[in-house]
């Protein structure tokens, strides 16, 4: 068997409010193999983002591990954390953050020229990932003659520039009208097996987590399986 993308360990998360503690992840745990696209939901205020932003290295747990492409990020020092952040993990968000001043190419070549490609190899794969996505004739435009779906797919392929083992999602979908939120969705997803990059993906849409491979709920600060009468 290949080993796991992604490992949540007995992850906690605590903050102090009004001069108590807000136990926010509470023992979460998880385990997320290549090429498997998992849904995760959750009621406002449960927990989700934190839960990604603690998986994508962006804030440390209190306790528990964080295991991402089988290194143990707890022991790593923030320019270590940094790196990995660029080379194995990969962020969509429901603002897709990308450059106004750049084209959709142009966005999608940048994370790889910071992490040490040459421009040449970079175009080559941004064009590929734009292609795929359906933005064949929209490489040269910069995000403000996009509509909202091609904003977003082109914030897929940044994501995904630099061929990370986990893509971690946060309502990439949300900030999307039902039709368009349904196309982007299953490009996504598609494009996550096809490179066999383990996906974890927020959402508040039932529909949506339901097409994924599993699903899990964040409840009481620990993750559960999800089942039917969950979506």
């Not at 009208?177 to 997803?189: G, H, Q, R």
């Not at 494009?191 to 959402?203: E, G, H, K, N, W």
């Not at 964040?218 to 039917?228: M, N, Q």
């Amino acid at each position: 068997m290949s080993e796991p993308a992604l490992v949540l360990n007995a992850v906690w998360r605590v903050f102090a409010q009004g001069g108590g503690r807000l136990e926010v992840l509470r023992g979460a745990s998880l385990i997320l193999d290549p090429g498997e696209v998992v849904g995760l939901i959750g009621p406002s205020g449960a927990g989700k983002s934190t839960l990604l932003q603690i998986a994508g290295l962006l804030e440390p747990p209190d306790s528990g591990r964080v295991i991402v492409s089988g290194r143990d990020c707890a022991k790593m020092d923030d320019a270590e954390r940094t790196a990995m952040r660029r080379e194995a993990l990969g962020f969509v968000y429901q603002f897709h953050h990308l450059l106004p001043e750049l084209t959709a190419l142009e966005n999608v070549i940048l994370p790889q020229q910071i992490l040490g490609r040459s421009h040449k190899v970079a175009r080559v794969r941004a064009t590929e990932l734009l292609t795929r996505l359906g933005l064949a004739a929209r490489l040269d435009h910069r995000p403000a003659r996009l509509s909202g779906g091609e904003q977003q797919r082109v914030a897929i392929a940044r994501a995904l520039a630099n061929g990370p083992g986990v893509l971690l999602a946060d309502e990439p979908t949300g900030n999307l009208d039902p039709k368009t939120a349904d196309l982007v969705f299953d490009e996504l997803v598609t494009l996550a097996r096809q490179t066999r990059v383990a996906a974890l993906i927020a959402t508040h849409n039932p529909e949506l987590a339901g097409r994924m491979d599993r699903v899990v709920r964040l409840a009481d600060g620990v993750l559960l399986e999800a089942s039917a009468a969950d979506l």
